[in-house]
């Protein structure tokens, strides 16, 4: 597995570890599902990309956005963290884009996702929405080895 997961506070966060597969997106989906159910309403969808992350195979890409009707189901927004700076984060970044182009053009209805280069800048597009004071939703993230840094910077909306 090459996700870490949880849900806080109205929140579903998935940080990628290693490199994505079909199973892994699987398993975000499952979990979205559950968060939902937990919550007893759409969650809002945090997925971390850590500096180090690689970009997802082509065939992982083509299956993440055949599958982003399912997770749009369970959220009702996407917050994507890309962390880090310089070529490769950019690159990502530009990535992630283009693929929340296309999954827009395939499917009608609002898309709503956000791309962010730290976890504490979507929580503060966020923040009205969360179900527990953000002081304690980013000390459990922490915790659970989500949320791994204190940077800012600029959301880009998408």
């Not at 749009?72 to 994507?80: D, G, M, P, R």
């Not at 490769?88 to 395939?106: D, H, S």
């Amino acid at each position: 597995m090459a996700i870490l997961d949880g849900a806080v506070g109205g929140l579903y966060v998935v940080r990628m570890q290693a490199h994505v597969d079909r199973s892994d997106v699987d398993a975000i989906l499952r979990g979205a599902e559950q968060a939902a159910r937990g919550a007893r309403r759409k969650i809002t969808y945090i997925g971390i990309n850590g500096a180090d992350s690689e970009a997802p195979s082509s065939e992982v890409r083509q299956y993440i956005l055949a599958r982003a009707d399912d997770l749009f189901e369970h959220a009702s927004t996407l917050e994507i963290v890309l962390e880090g700076d310089g070529l490769k984060a950019g690159l990502l970044r530009t990535i992630v884009r283009g693929m929340i182009t296309v999954a827009r053009t395939r499917n009608a209805g609002p898309r709503r996702a956000f791309i962010h280069s730290s976890v504490e800048d979507g929580i503060t597009r966020v923040q009205r929405q969360l179900d527990a004071p953000r002081d304690e939703i980013e000390a459990r993230l922490r915790m659970l080895g989500l949320m791994l840094s204190r940077t800012s910077s600029v959301a880009t909306s998408t």
